[in-house]
């Protein structure tokens, strides 16, 4: 059985699946709104569009 992703020390429960309880899943959304997990952006940042700028 697989672990909860939060906390790593309970099962996850059937009703929070994949977390073991509400109280992780809140902190696991928590962690999304505040910008805990961040997508890295794949797009290189280029300021002026000159390539032979340094």
Same mark, same amino acid.
């Given at each position: 059985? %697989?672990? =909860? $992703?939060? =906390?790593?020390?309970?099962? %996850?429960?059937? &009703?929070?699946? $994949?977390?073991? !309880? &509400?109280?992780?899943?809140? /902190?696991?959304?928590?962690?999304?709104?505040? #910008?805990?997990? /961040?997508? $890295?952006? !794949? /797009?290189?940042? /280029?300021? !002026? #569009?000159? $390539?032979?700028?340094?």
């Amino acid at each position: 059985m %697989a672990t =909860c $992703p939060t =906390c790593r020390r309970h099962p %996850a429960d059937a &009703k929070y699946k $994949p977390f073991c !309880s &509400k109280r992780c899943a809140d /902190v696991d959304l928590q962690r999304w709104f505040t #910008g805990g997990y /961040v997508i $890295p952006d !794949s /797009v290189d940042d /280029v300021s !002026s #569009g000159d $390539p032979n700028e340094d």
